[in-house]
């Protein structure tokens, strides 16, 4: 052991005492300090015999000794202190601070209460502290450094005054230091107590975790001259000695633990009773920590409050000791943790002292005191801004936006205090996002964020053009760039918020991407230097939770209310009719008064013109304004005084008698024993109003006296003067205190700012402020400190108290509505005027952030006017005017497009169109040819040769020469334009190509890749996002293609690469993005420019291709929607070669990649069909090559998919068929069809019956119908035969006589060979939908007369219905196979019967021989074929069929007979034997003679044809009942003979109009053609009556005597014998013909030759009807020879032709007449 540590004894104290005072007793004079001496070596004898106690921790002052001995040790260390002796201070003062440092001192240290003596180590503090001012700089250091390890020491707790002595020594050493590091050192521990204390307070702990204070830090703001070289490093380190000592024992920690919680808690409101300002704030029970801590607070608050006396100039020490204050505040504030926010008693101690000492710090002008201000402010801001809300309310303006919007006239450091602010605060983003939720959209606060923003838009376009102004150039740039830097921080901390809250994923930048430190860092920061912020302390009771829904309404609530407000100081009645109607404010006049009187911001003027107004509802407003005031109690003076200083009367007098008349009523209803009357108060007044004005208006120069005031006031309470001392008095108050409103006490400043201090509710408050200021700027004001707190106290109960916080993303919508249009306006200026690197770069930063925020909170408007102004500062469109901060936007571009491309939907237009210019200036430099050259070569030499010719010189850049795209390039144009130059033609000098060549020099920054990355990122973009990329790809491209002087194919090409890189995506997107692909490729590929065609349909099949590569599923309609835009463009388009390319390109697809190919072969046979129907042989002949291999070797693949598919493949070879080049393409496609039919039959199809088509329907269009027929799939393949069969039926009517047989043969081979497999529903559907549409026309009686072959209309020429081109030879083909395929198929098409037999029956209606004779013979083929499988029922449809042919045509023909009645015939003309029948030319030239015959003409060939027609149905008719006589049933008997009746009633009608037939010989004679043999149809049809009739009678006697068929027998015969009569008979034309009578016969003329002719044509039928009586039953003739006689007798009279007539009335005779004569 050394000696040293042999003096102190074996304790721990006394190595550390024993040396100390050794080193004492060597240093101190003994002759004048003996009993120092002697106490020294007392205290080192008694330290040699004490040992550490065996419970040290009990112990105190020191560790491990009593009471008693601890004094005892320590009396000479106080004797020491107080001796005044350096020698002997400094061992002294080493000593105590080791005792400190190391724990070994041990106790509470406070003052003694009254009456009892202190501890020892109070004393030896207090002596301590006293020793700093014998004016030594080394003592001046150890006693810093001894007070600073004793309020560091864990065990050692100092209260009370005790603490505030010790802050007290250091700050005056601060004031008062020898020298400036000694200052500095005062001030450093000062900052280090200051740490050390409020830790403890934050924990309520002696064991706390503290940082060391930066001596560098601290000297921010001042002191700076204090640095003496290396002082500050020296003051450091004398820190970092003290702060970082280890304790020397180890139970301090424990010791420290006991010290508080032995500590009994204090009660806050006994200390310092005599402080008023705390207002019960200090109620309640604390510990010693946390109010040593609050005592400390206050004091340095109030310290930093004091202020100079007002009969005293500026102390210069008052000023450092209140900025020392300022600045330990700022440490507390800077150091302060939760218990500030969650301590009630804390927080309202910032309120009430720290928020004072700032609102009267604030209106001093030194910049020192203003820059701590302002960080206090923002530490208050990011810590405590949840619980304080109203003060950061008044003063955010009072403090930033004052300076802030004073644009003019700024103090330079004072708005780059402000702007520094601003920045530091804008950083933080949840600070952003709450100034805005609890200001701007709160009524009761300022628009924080909006003024904000308008004042940094202000700095940054900087005074107006033609203001005056302090600032220089380089100032305002300053000013100008850190605006601009706010705005950035702004914007950027909105879209971290934003990204905080979406939890939107960074997207990392591009591998080579611009290292120029542009790029956009998106993480999350929490607070600044990582204390907690106020963010995360929403949840206190303070806060109130809110979403963007109720956000969105209290702003618009308060944005209309500050409308109605604006419009009432404009036009008060509106004002308030807006505010109404909007229900801001209720429609009483009560209610309207309580706004007029609280609502902040009303102009007073207008307020009083308002309440003068003499209508209805403001005199009621006025009357309950002034109802609302109490004026009880109050002077006349007071009472006056106080109603007028909320508004401004007005100017006219009426509008001031009315509210005086109010006043002096309602004071006199508050104060009845004022006056007498009211009117003695209403004149009053007047009196006094009058008084003010004059006794304050420097205009008036003779002031009214208190004589003449109580003079004019004599008599006016009710006849009686007021008493003169009462008026004296209130003349006395008028004339020292103006009656003025409460504003009009302020000092004006500048417009706008008063305005909305107004607006606000601030005036008041900054006013008083700086009214104070310019008087006396340090002086206080107790007044003001009154009405600042009265504020915060009325605010309390408002809104304001209540702090809002969200989370909604949303509320970003309503803050950029705030804020875009004066950043976009900001960023553009700076951009725009400026070339400073860093000004451009943080505005284009601005720019990404901004187009970040409203991409992503959709905000289109907004979005797109950033986009676009960035993209108009690239200046790709005029590259000439290009500078380094254009390639800067380009990179902006570039980094916005893979930042935000899943939010910028139209805006990649804007974004793609500057690739596009980039991309095109870089071909340029580069001297690559333009694509214009590629489309429009000849053009491009023809412009070479005229520069060549003019003598231009040549002009180079890597071997390109000029040419018009460079030219073009060269002028520019406008962003908007198309391209780059109207004239490609005009020249540009060589100083412009230069300078062009120069520019295009800084596009080299960025490279290829960069301009590729964009379109490689594509495949990272969202759902979504990549639809509208591509849209907007495909937008620019069209425009590059249009473009009349420069098309080009950039983004046609990155079109395809984009669809590679996104080939990955899910169907459902990529069907989205093809249908925008699909209309762009339409479009183009339609344009007028072949080249440019050519290119688009060579890009669409590379994609197709690529299409194809990937396999589809079944029932997916993919490859069928991206092979679409060929099969339009191939429709619509007129250039045959891009139709031919088209053909090509399909067929190499498909063939190359058949396996692949589902869905996508509708649109190729769509493809195809279209070219089978092209006017082009080639383009034919191609497509049907592909097709016929198809057909013969992919068969299967094209049904693998569903029916529309070979639906499709049958419409496409229906097509082919109707080829007019080549007939063997139209006979093979028709055989091609048929092989369908077979492979479809043999199963070729039943790989697709698993194919699930469900309820889907397929169309079914014929090629002349618009209107298409649906069929469902079932197990038979109903879908798959009706298209084939469908197609093969619309060739039946084909121009083309050979394709109509081979289609209508190839159809029924069809049905005929594979009907069997056909069920009863398909059979049907084929009929119905196949079959029967075939002879549709039969069913139309007008498409029926106009079939005919070899009959035509006069007047309708030879046209036919559109569609009905069969002749004689097709119809007789349809009609056998239609009869063969309904023999071959009766049982399951006999239902079908009936139509079938009316389908024959309408060829037999045809006019003509040979659709006639083909429908009986198909009827009988039908009929013998079918006869004994027919039931009644069936015969009947066939005999109805032939009643229908016989009677339907019957109208159409007489009234075609009844044309002849109006026409003259000549008699006799030889002038028309050369007359043709058909004419297809006029012949007649206008000839009504003429005319007449050709009408003529006609009626004779339809008549002929009409008589052959019927002949044929009474053949028919009469040949069935021959052979099938036994199937005749009452029923069908009866049809038949209603057959019967028809014609021969018809036939007996037309050959008894005799004029007609006399009309008709005439035409027939002079038209030399035969006359139509009337008398033959009448002949025929009454012997085929006759005769079935007849052979009824014979041979089935019971189905004549059923159906009684007697009397119509003889009735016909007796009709048969009458019309012979009639023919024989040479007395038609007498008179008496007409009478009943039968006439005299005196001679008897013989008949002519024309009636000998008729007679001879009509005696076979007279001889067969007497041959039919004759062989009747005798009882038949018996029961009707009465009615047959007299003819019979009439007949024998007659002249006949010949002998026949006579033989076989003979026979009658003899076998009938005689018996019944001779019986009777």
Not at 785 to 801: L, N, Y
Not at 1150 to 1174: E, Q
Not at 1298 to 1312: D, P, T, Y
Request: glycine share 6%.
């Amino acid at each position: 052991m050394s000696a040293s540590q042999a003096l102190g004894g074996p304790s721990r104290c006394g190595w550390v005492l024993g040396p100390s005072l050794d080193k004492i007793v060597k240093n101190v004079a003994w002759r004048k300090h003996s009993q120092l001496v002697a106490a020294c070596k007392s205290a080192i004898d008694k330290l040699d015999t004490l040992a550490d106690s065996s419970d040290p921790g009990s112990c105190s002052p020191l560790y491990g000794f009593s009471l008693s001995d601890g004094e005892f040790v320590l009396q000479p260390l106080l004797m020491a202190l107080d001796s005044g002796s350096t020698k002997v201070l400094e061992p002294a003062l080493d000593c105590l601070f080791r005792l400190f440092s190391f724990g070994l001192i041990r106790c509470e240290i406070d003052r003694p209460p009254e009456g009892t003596s202190p501890s020892i180590v109070y004393r030896i503090l207090e002596s301590a502290c006293k020793c700093s001012g014998l004016g030594e700089e080394t003592i001046e250091l150890a006693v810093l450094k001894l007070l600073l390890s004793a309020v560091r020491s864990p065990c050692t707790l100092i209260r009370g005054d005790c603490l505030l002595n010790i802050v007290r020594i250091c700050y005056n050493v601060y004031l008062g230091g020898l020298n400036g590091t000694n200052q500095i050192c005062a001030k450093a521990v000062l900052a280090q107590m200051m740490v050390i204390i409020f830790a403890r307070v934050e924990e309520d702990s002696m064991l706390v975790h503290f940082k060391t204070v930066s001596v560098a830090e601290l000297l921010e703001f001042t002191d700076r001259n204090l640095n003496e070289g290396s002082s500050i490093q020296f003051v450091q380190n004398f820190i970092n000695e003290v702060v970082e000592v280890k304790e020397g024992v180890a139970d301090s920690k424990i010791f420290a633990l006991s010290l508080v919680a032995n500590s009994t808690p204090v009660d806050g409101s006994q200390n310092n009773p005599e402080d008023g300002e705390m207002d019960g704030a200090d109620a309640g029970s604390t510990t010693k920590i946390r109010e040593d801590g609050f005592l400390l607070f206050k004091n340095l608050c109030k310290l930093s409050m004091k202020f100079s006396a007002q009969d005293q100039n500026d102390d210069e020490i008052l000023l450092r000791g209140k900025v020392l204050s300022l600045e330990l505040l700022k440490v507390i504030i800077d150091n302060a943790g939760q218990v500030w926010r969650s301590n009630e008693r804390f927080l309202n101690a910032i309120k009430q002292f720290l928020c004072l000492s700032l609102l009267k710090n604030s209106a001093l002008s030194v910049m020192t005191i203003f820059l701590i201000l302002c960080s206090i402010f923002k530490c208050l801001l990011s810590k405590f801004r949840s619980g304080l809300k109203a003060e950061i309310g008044i003063f955010f303006p009072m403090l930033i936006l004052r300076v802030l919007e004073n644009v003019l006239q700024p103090s330079f450091l004072q708005k780059m205090t402000v702007l520094n602010f601003l920045e530091k605060i804008s950083g933080d983003s949840q600070i952003v996002i709450d100034i805005f939720v609890n200001y701007d959209c709160d009524v009761d606060s300022p628009n924080i964020f909006e003024r904000t923003v308008n004042g940094l838009l202000k700095t940054a376009l900087g005074p107006p053009p033609g203001s005056t102004t302090t600032l220089s150039p380089a100032q305002d740039a300053t000013f100008r760039l850190e605006s601009v830097k706010c705005l950035v921080k702004i914007i950027e901390s909105m879209g971290i918020w934003m990204d905080q809250q979406l939890k939107i994923q960074d997207f990392s930048t591009p591998k080579g991407s611009f290292s120029d430190g542009s790029s956009i860092n998106r993480n999350i920061s929490i607070g600044e230097e990582g204390v907690l912020a106020d963010a995360e302390l929403h949840t206190e009771a303070t806060s109130e939770f809110s979403d963007a829904a109720l956000l969105e309404q209290r702003r618009a609530y308060k944005l209309e209310l500050q409308k109605g407000v604006s419009l009432f100081n404009r036009k008060p009645s509106k004002g308030i009719s807006y505010l109404i109607n909007s229900k801001k404010i209720g429609d009483s006049p009560e209610a309207v008064a309580a706004f007029l009187k609280n609502t902040a911001g009303l102009n007073e003027a207008m307020i009083g013109d308002y309440l003068g107004d003499r209508e209805e509802f403001p005199l009621k407003t006025m009357h309950a304004y002034v109802d609302s005031f109490n004026f009880g109690g109050l002077s006349f003076g007071e009472a006056i005084r106080y109603f007028l200083r909320g508004f401004r009367l007005p100017g006219e007098a009426q509008k001031i008698d009315r509210i005086m008349e109010k006043f002096a009523e309602h004071f006199c209803k508050c104060n009845p024993d004022s006056f007498s009357s009211a009117d003695t108060a209403y004149v009053l007044a007047y009196s006094v109003i009058m008084l003010n004005t004059d006794a304050h208006n420097n205009m008036v120069k003779e002031k009214m006296t208190k004589a003449d005031f109580i003079r004019n006031n004599r008599g006016i309470n009710d006849g009686k003067d007021l008493p003169e001392e009462y008026l004296g008095a209130l003349y006395d108050q008028i004339v020292k205190n103006e009656i003025r409103m409460s504003s009009d006490s302020s000092t004006r400043e500048n417009k706008n700012n008063n305005s909305l201090n107004r607006l606000l509710g601030l005036d008041s408050i900054l006013n008083l402020v700086w009214k104070q200021t310019e008087e006396k700027p340090l002086g206080a004001n107790g007044l003001l400190v009154k009405h600042i707190q009265d504020q915060f106290k009325a605010k309390s109960g408002k809104s304001e108290s209540v702090y809002y916080a969200v989370a909604d993303a949303a509320i970003l919508r309503f803050m950029m509505e705030v804020c875009w249009a004066p950043m976009l306006a900001a960023f553009s200026m700076t951009l725009d005027q400026s070339d400073v690197r860093a000004a451009t770069s943080h505005c284009l930063q601005g720019f990404r952030h901004a187009v970040h925020v409203t991409s992503v909170t959709g905000m289109q408007t907004q979005r797109d006017a950033f986009v676009t102004t960035v993209a108009k500062f690239t200046y790709l469109h005029c590259a000439a005017d290009m500078k380094q901060k254009n390639v800067d936007a380009v990179k902006a571009i570039i980094s916005i497009a893979i930042e935000d491309g899943n939010y910028l939907q139209e805006a990649w237009e804007h974004i793609l169109t500057c690739l596009s210019r980039f991309e095109h200036l870089q071909l340029l430099g580069e001297g690559v040819p333009s694509d214009s050259s590629i489309f429009t070569a000849k053009s491009f030499e023809a412009e070479e040769k005229m520069l060549k010719s003019t003598g231009h010189p040549s002009l180079k850049r890597k071997g390109t020469l000029q040419n018009p795209a460079m030219a073009a390039a060269v002028r520019g144009g406008s962003y908007d334009s198309a391209t780059h130059g109207i004239n490609t033609l005009g020249l540009v000098t060589q100083e412009q190509m230069t300078n062009f060549i120069s520019n295009l020099n800084l596009l080299e920054q960025i490279g290829n890749f960069e301009l590729n990355h964009i379109f490689a990122h594509s495949q990272r973009l969202d759902s979504e996002a990549i639809v509208a990329f591509v849209r907007s790809l495909c937008k620019v491209s069209m425009s590059e293609l249009q473009s009349p002087t420069d098309p080009r194919v950039f983004s046609l090409i990155k079109i395809v690469e984009v669809a590679h890189y996104n080939m990955s995506r899910i169907r459902l997107v990529w069907s989205r993005i093809w249908s925008v692909l699909s209309d762009f490729f339409v479009t183009v590929g339609l344009s007028e420019n072949l080249s440019v065609e050519i290119f688009v349909m060579d890009s669409l099949r590379q994609l197709s291709m690529k299409f194809l590569e990937r396999e589809e599923l079944t029932n997916y309609n993919f490859q069928n929607e991206f092979l679409r835009p060929f099969v339009i463009i191939m429709q619509k388009s007129n250039s045959a070669e891009i139709r031919e390319l088209i053909v090509r390109c399909v067929s190499q697809m498909v063939l190359s990649r058949v396996n692949n190919v589902k869905s996508g072969w509708k649109s190729v046979f769509m493809v195809f069909t279209a070219a089978a129907a092209d006017d082009r042989k080639n383009i034919v002949l191609l497509a049907f090559e592909t097709m016929e291999k198809i057909v013969r070797e992919y068969f299967p693949y094209i049904t693998e998919t569903d029916a529309v598919t070979f639906t499709d493949c049958v419409k496409c070879l229906v097509t082919f068929t109707n080829s007019k080049y080549n007939s063997d393409i139209s006979l093979n496609a028709i055989a091609f069809l048929r092989l369908c039919a077979v492979k479809l039959a043999d199963g070729g199809l039943e790989c697709n019956d698993n194919t699930k088509v469900g309820d889907s329907e397929i169309l079914v269009e014929g090629d002349n119908s618009s209107d298409g027929q649906k069929y469902t799939y079932d197990h038979d393949h109903t879908s798959y035969w009706i298209p084939l069969l469908t197609g093969l039926s619309s060739l039946t009517s084909d121009p083309r006589s050979a394709i109509r047989k081979s289609s209508l043969e190839v159809l029924f081979k069809i049905l005929e060979d594979h009907g069997h497999i056909f069920s009863q529903k398909l059979w049907e559907s084929v009929l119905n939908t196949v079959v029967f549409p075939m002879f549709s026309y039969m069913h139309n009686p007008k498409e029926m007369q106009n079939f005919s072959d070899d009959q035509s209309s006069p007047t309708k020429g030879t046209s036919r219905p559109e569609g009905i081109t069969w002749d004689s030879e097709t119809c007789m083909v349809a009609v056998q196979c239609l009869v063969d395929l309904f023999i071959s198929f009766f049982n399951v098409m006999r239902s079908q019967l009936s139509l079938v037999v009316s389908i024959l029956g309408g060829f037999i209606k045809i006019p003509g021989q040979g659709p006639a004779n083909t429908g009986v013979a198909a009827l009988m083929r039908l009929a013998s074929k079918l006869g004994d499988r027919l039931t009644e029922n069936e015969w009947g449809d066939i005999f109805l069929a032939l009643k229908d042919a016989a009677s339907s045509p019957l109208p159409e023909f007489l009234n075609l007979l009844k044309t002849m009645d109006i026409l003259e015939v000549p008699e006799v003309s030889n002038s028309y034997k050369d007359l043709e029948l058909y004419p297809s030319t006029d012949l007649t030239n206008g000839n009504p003679e003429d005319d007449n015959l050709q009408t003529a003409a006609y009626v004779v060939s339809r008549s002929k044809s009409h008589i052959s027609t019927q002949l044929l149905i009474l053949q028919v008719i009469t040949d069935l009942c021959a052979k099938y006589h036994q199937s005749l049933l009452p029923n069908n008997t009866i049809v038949v003979l209603e057959i019967y009746s028809l014609i021969a009633s018809h036939a007996h009608n037309l050959n008894s109009e005799s004029r007609l037939q006399i009309k008709l010989q005439r035409a027939c004679t002079s038209l030399e053609i035969s006359e139509p043999p009337v008398v033959h149809f009448e002949n025929e049809s009454y012997q085929s009556y006759l005769n079935f009739l007849n052979d009824i009678l014979s041979n089935n006697p019971s189905l004549s005597q059923e159906m009684n068929l007697e009397p119509r027998f003889f009735s016909v015969c007796e009709t048969i014998l009458k019309i012979y009569l009639n023919c024989s008979s040479e007395s038609q034309t007498t008179a008496n013909n007409k009478k009943k009578t039968p006439p005299t016969v005196h001679w008897t003329l013989p008949l002519s030759s024309v009636k000998r002719e008729e007679l001879a044509a009509r005696t076979p039928l007279i001889v067969s009807t007497l041959q039919a009586l004759r062989n009747s039953e005798r009882g038949l003739f018996r029961r009707h020879a009465t009615q047959i006689f007299p003819i019979l007798v009439d007949l024998i009279r007659s002249e006949h032709s010949s002998g026949e007539v006579q033989g076989a009335l003979k026979s009658l005779f003899q076998s009938c007449i005689g018996p019944i004569l001779m019986k009777k």
